[in-house]
């Protein structure tokens, strides 16, 4: 059984702060992770996908796979209320080289950024 | 924009009938997935197409059924509604590292 594991919030952090999100699996299999953001009523927006362990950084988004552990994490820094959404893990199991994008997604974590 | 765009946005059907909600794919992509997120929770995966073929299915019972097409636009074919299939159904499309998303349909069975 494959399972994606989030806290589900709410986390509440203050504006300009750091937002440390978490996740972990079940699957030593798995080989690709992605973070979607989903605001209310609307559809996940991808935000990075990361694929070796160590740190993948974009702008103010870095994420972190530790495959070992089956653990992997978001951090947001100098957090902006426009950032204020849903964060949902999700881990792909599906077969490499098709494209394939068989995701399983944990049930998402909640974040709040205070002004 | 991701260049994934579902149609309708909204339906109300009822219980027991049929449905078929569409994907039009972002050009260049080649795989389709749906998915059925449920409120409150993450998205569940249903089924995934490559080359007009099913490569993939998630726990969901037969009356859930697909297709996609040469130009690799997308349908989702639910029988015999449930109330239970409530939910907001999401395409994905992919061609690569990445998945996107369309907007999604929101379903309401009553």
């Known amino acids: 059984q494959k399972e994606v594991e989030q806290n589900s919030g709410p986390l509440s952090v203050p504006e300009g702060a750091i937002a440390s999100l978490n996740c972990t699996y079940s699957?030593?299999?798995?080989?690709?992770f992605f973070w979607y953001r989903q605001y209310s009523g609307k559809s996940p927006e991808l935000i990075m996908f990361?694929?070796?362990?160590g740190d993948k950084e974009d702008g103010r988004f870095t994420a972190q796979l530790n495959k070992a552990s089956q653990y992997v994490s978001l951090l947001i820094r100098d957090s902006q209320p426009s950032d204020s959404a849903t964060y949902l893990c999700?881990?792909?199991?599906?077969?490499?080289?098709?494209?394939?994008?068989?995701?399983?997604f944990g049930k998402g974590t909640k974040l709040s950024v205070i002004p | 924009e991701t260049g994934v765009t579902q149609s309708p946005t909204h339906l109300i059907k009822t219980r027991g009938q049929q449905v078929t909600l569409r994907c039009s794919s972002q050009?260049?992509?080649?795989?389709v997935s749906w998915y059925q997120q449920a409120l409150g929770q993450g998205p569940q995966f249903i089924f995934q197409?490559?080359?007009?073929?099913?490569?993939g299915r998630g726990n969901f019972p037969p009356r859930f059924s697909g297709l996609q097409f040469p130009n690799y636009s997308s349908e989702l074919n639910v029988n015999a509604l449930e109330l239970d299939d409530s939910a907001l159904y999401l395409c994905?499309?992919?061609?690569?590292?990445?998945?996107?998303f369309g907007q999604g349909t929101r379903l309401t069975v009553v």
């Open positions: 994905a499309s992919g061609g690569g590292t990445e998945a996107f």
């Open positions: 699957d030593r299999g798995s080989q690709s």
């Open positions: 990361i694929y070796s362990n």
């Open positions: 999700a881990v792909n199991w599906g077969r490499s080289g098709a494209g394939s994008y068989q995701l399983t």
């Open positions: 050009s260049g992509h080649n795989t």
């Open positions: 197409y490559y080359r007009e073929e099913e490569n």
